[in-house]
Protein backbone atom coordinates (compact mmCIF):
# COMPACT_ATOMS: atom_id res chain seq x y z
CA UNK A 1 0.00 0.00 0.00
CA UNK A 2 1.30 3.59 -0.96
CA UNK A 3 2.18 5.63 1.63
CA UNK A 4 -0.72 7.92 0.01
CA UNK A 5 -3.28 5.61 0.28
CA UNK A 6 -6.71 7.19 1.50
CA UNK A 7 -7.46 6.47 5.03
CA UNK A 8 -10.84 6.07 4.04
CA UNK A 9 -14.23 5.75 6.51
CA UNK A 10 -15.34 2.91 4.12
CA UNK A 11 -14.15 0.38 1.87
CA UNK A 12 -13.67 2.00 -1.68
CA UNK A 13 -11.95 0.87 -4.93
CA UNK A 14 -7.83 0.61 -4.64
CA UNK A 15 -7.91 3.28 -7.63
CA UNK A 16 -10.04 5.72 -6.12
CA UNK A 17 -8.48 5.70 -2.82
CA UNK A 18 -4.87 5.59 -4.32
CA UNK A 19 -4.57 7.92 -6.97
CA UNK A 20 -3.16 11.36 -5.59
CA UNK A 21 -1.20 14.12 -7.60
CA UNK A 22 2.08 14.47 -6.88
CA UNK A 23 4.16 17.59 -8.55
CA UNK A 24 7.47 15.08 -8.67
CA UNK A 25 7.42 13.78 -12.23
CA UNK A 26 10.33 11.51 -14.01
CA UNK A 27 11.65 14.11 -16.79
CA UNK A 28 12.71 11.29 -18.17
CA UNK A 29 9.73 9.44 -19.02
CA UNK A 30 7.63 9.56 -22.21
CA UNK A 31 4.13 8.97 -22.88
CA UNK A 32 3.84 6.60 -25.43
CA UNK A 33 1.02 6.15 -28.15
CA UNK A 34 -1.33 3.62 -26.78
CA UNK A 35 -1.03 5.20 -23.21
CA UNK A 36 -2.31 8.96 -24.57
CA UNK A 37 -5.13 6.68 -26.74
CA UNK A 38 -5.92 5.49 -23.73
CA UNK A 39 -6.00 8.60 -21.55
CA UNK A 40 -8.44 10.39 -24.41
CA UNK A 41 -10.56 7.99 -24.78
CA UNK A 42 -11.40 7.46 -21.05
CA UNK A 43 -12.47 11.19 -21.45
CA UNK A 44 -14.04 10.85 -24.32
CA UNK A 45 -16.37 8.33 -22.55
CA UNK A 46 -17.57 10.66 -19.63
CA UNK A 47 -20.90 10.94 -19.09
CA UNK A 48 -22.70 14.63 -20.24
CA UNK A 49 -25.59 16.15 -20.30
CA UNK A 50 -28.10 15.38 -23.04
CA UNK A 51 -24.76 13.56 -24.36
CA UNK A 52 -23.54 16.91 -25.35
CA UNK A 53 -20.16 16.52 -24.93
CA UNK A 54 -18.63 20.05 -24.50
CA UNK A 55 -15.19 19.27 -23.51
CA UNK A 56 -12.10 19.58 -25.59
CA UNK A 57 -8.66 18.84 -24.91
CA UNK A 58 -5.38 20.72 -25.95
CA UNK A 59 -2.97 17.99 -25.82
CA UNK A 60 0.80 18.81 -25.62
CA UNK A 61 3.74 16.30 -25.34
CA UNK A 62 7.05 17.14 -22.98
CA UNK A 63 9.13 18.97 -25.64
CA UNK A 64 6.36 19.74 -28.28
CA UNK A 65 5.22 23.34 -29.27
CA UNK A 66 1.66 22.43 -27.48
CA UNK A 67 3.12 21.81 -25.02
CA UNK A 68 5.48 24.17 -23.76
CA UNK A 69 2.40 27.13 -24.77
CA UNK A 70 0.57 25.70 -22.17
CA UNK A 71 3.42 25.06 -19.75
CA UNK A 72 4.30 29.17 -20.41
CA UNK A 73 0.33 29.47 -19.52
CA UNK A 74 0.82 28.57 -16.13
CA UNK A 75 1.55 30.46 -12.98
CA UNK A 76 5.04 30.69 -12.02
CA UNK A 77 3.87 28.36 -8.66
CA UNK A 78 3.26 25.51 -11.34
CA UNK A 79 6.02 26.63 -14.07
CA UNK A 80 8.36 25.64 -11.23
CA UNK A 81 7.14 21.36 -11.56
CA UNK A 82 4.76 21.21 -14.03
CA UNK A 83 8.04 21.44 -16.72
CA UNK A 84 9.10 17.74 -16.01
CA UNK A 85 5.80 15.93 -16.71
CA UNK A 86 5.16 13.76 -19.78
CA UNK A 87 1.88 15.37 -21.47
CA UNK A 88 -0.01 18.96 -20.59
CA UNK A 89 -3.72 18.86 -21.23
CA UNK A 90 -5.54 22.08 -21.36
CA UNK A 91 -9.46 21.20 -20.50
CA UNK A 92 -11.74 23.94 -22.19
CA UNK A 93 -15.63 23.85 -22.28
CA UNK A 94 -17.76 24.81 -25.10
CA UNK A 95 -20.02 27.36 -23.10
CA UNK A 96 -23.89 27.26 -24.48
CA UNK A 97 -25.68 30.74 -24.42
CA UNK A 98 -29.49 30.15 -24.23
CA UNK A 99 -31.38 33.15 -24.53
CA UNK A 100 -27.94 34.81 -24.07
CA UNK A 101 -27.37 33.54 -20.75
CA UNK A 102 -24.80 31.25 -20.04
CA UNK A 103 -25.01 27.38 -18.90
CA UNK A 104 -23.42 26.03 -16.11
CA UNK A 105 -23.55 22.78 -17.28
CA UNK A 106 -20.45 22.60 -19.54
CA UNK A 107 -17.94 22.80 -17.04
CA UNK A 108 -19.45 20.37 -14.27
CA UNK A 109 -19.51 17.82 -17.83
CA UNK A 110 -16.03 18.91 -18.51
CA UNK A 111 -14.88 18.14 -15.11
CA UNK A 112 -16.05 14.75 -15.18
CA UNK A 113 -14.20 14.41 -18.22
CA UNK A 114 -11.07 15.36 -16.72
CA UNK A 115 -11.74 13.09 -13.61
CA UNK A 116 -11.85 10.18 -15.67
CA UNK A 117 -8.63 10.77 -17.44
CA UNK A 118 -6.70 11.62 -14.35
CA UNK A 119 -8.39 7.88 -13.18
CA UNK A 120 -7.29 6.32 -16.14
CA UNK A 121 -3.67 7.48 -15.78
CA UNK A 122 -3.89 6.09 -12.25
CA UNK A 123 -4.84 2.73 -14.03
CA UNK A 124 -1.77 3.07 -16.52
CA UNK A 125 0.74 3.47 -13.56
CA UNK A 126 0.69 6.88 -14.12
CA UNK A 127 -0.30 10.05 -11.94
CA UNK A 128 -2.10 13.10 -12.89
CA UNK A 129 -2.28 16.63 -11.17
CA UNK A 130 -4.78 19.31 -12.33
CA UNK A 131 -4.61 22.62 -11.62
CA UNK A 132 -5.93 26.11 -11.92
CA UNK A 133 -3.59 28.06 -11.57
CA UNK A 134 -3.10 29.50 -15.35
CA UNK A 135 -3.69 32.60 -17.23
CA UNK A 136 -6.52 31.49 -19.52
CA UNK A 137 -6.15 34.62 -21.44
CA UNK A 138 -2.55 33.61 -22.31
CA UNK A 139 -3.96 29.93 -22.90
CA UNK A 140 -6.62 31.26 -25.18
CA UNK A 141 -4.08 33.13 -27.17
CA UNK A 142 -1.29 31.23 -27.79
CA UNK A 143 -3.47 28.04 -28.60
CA UNK A 144 -6.47 30.14 -30.59
CA UNK A 145 -9.29 28.88 -28.57
CA UNK A 146 -11.91 30.23 -30.57
CA UNK A 147 -14.73 32.26 -28.87
CA UNK A 148 -17.60 30.43 -27.27
CA UNK A 149 -14.61 27.64 -25.54
CA UNK A 150 -13.58 28.40 -21.72
CA UNK A 151 -10.18 27.30 -20.71
CA UNK A 152 -11.23 25.56 -17.24
CA UNK A 153 -7.95 23.50 -16.06
CA UNK A 154 -4.57 22.31 -16.55
CA UNK A 155 -4.07 18.90 -16.30
CA UNK A 156 -0.47 17.39 -16.00
CA UNK A 157 0.30 13.58 -16.25
CA UNK A 158 3.43 11.81 -16.22
CA UNK A 159 5.40 9.11 -14.41
CA UNK A 160 6.17 9.67 -10.03
CA UNK A 161 9.65 10.74 -9.32
CA UNK A 162 11.28 11.12 -6.09
CA UNK A 163 9.85 13.64 -3.72
CA UNK A 164 13.34 14.23 -3.24
CA UNK A 165 13.62 15.96 -6.90
CA UNK A 166 11.46 19.25 -5.46
CA UNK A 167 12.31 22.33 -4.09
CA UNK A 168 11.79 22.06 -0.04
CA UNK A 169 8.65 24.04 0.09
CA UNK A 170 7.31 21.66 -2.63
CA UNK A 171 8.88 18.46 -0.82
CA UNK A 172 6.67 19.34 2.30
CA UNK A 173 3.54 19.36 0.49
CA UNK A 174 4.42 16.08 -1.47
CA UNK A 175 5.20 14.05 1.33
CA UNK A 176 2.62 15.35 3.47
CA UNK A 177 -0.16 13.67 4.62
CA UNK A 178 -3.39 13.68 2.76
CA UNK A 179 -6.46 14.68 4.44
CA UNK A 180 -10.43 15.30 3.94
CA UNK A 181 -12.98 17.15 5.54
CA UNK A 182 -14.87 14.31 7.37
CA UNK A 183 -17.47 12.86 6.24
CA UNK A 184 -20.31 14.36 8.87
CA UNK A 185 -19.42 17.98 7.87
CA UNK A 186 -20.11 16.71 4.33
CA UNK A 187 -23.09 14.41 3.64
CA UNK A 188 -26.09 15.16 5.49
CA UNK A 189 -29.98 15.20 5.41
CA UNK A 190 -31.31 18.53 5.11
CA UNK A 191 -34.46 19.92 5.79
CA UNK A 192 -35.66 22.37 4.09
CA UNK A 193 -34.82 25.74 6.01
CA UNK A 194 -32.10 24.10 8.15
CA UNK A 195 -28.89 26.07 7.85
CA UNK A 196 -26.20 24.23 5.89
CA UNK A 197 -23.33 22.76 8.60
CA UNK A 198 -20.15 24.87 8.50
CA UNK A 199 -16.81 25.21 10.03
CA UNK A 200 -16.50 27.68 13.02
Known amino acids: ???HTATTAAAVHPLLADRWSPRSFDAAHTLGDEELASLL?????????FNAQPWRFLVGRRGDGTYLRILDALIPFNQQWAGTSSLLVAAVAEDRVE????????????????????????ALGLHAHQMSGFDADALRA????PEGFRPLSVVAVGAL?????????????????????PGAETFFARTWGTPLPVRP
Not at 99 to 122: E, K, M, R
Not at 142 to 145: D, F, Q, R, W
Not at 161 to 180: F, G, I, M, N, S
Open 1 to 3: MSP
Open 142 to 145: SLGV
Open 99 to 122: NGVPQPGPAYDTGLSVAQLALQAH
Open 41 to 49: EAARWAPSA
Open 161 to 181: APAELLPPKLRERETAVRERR
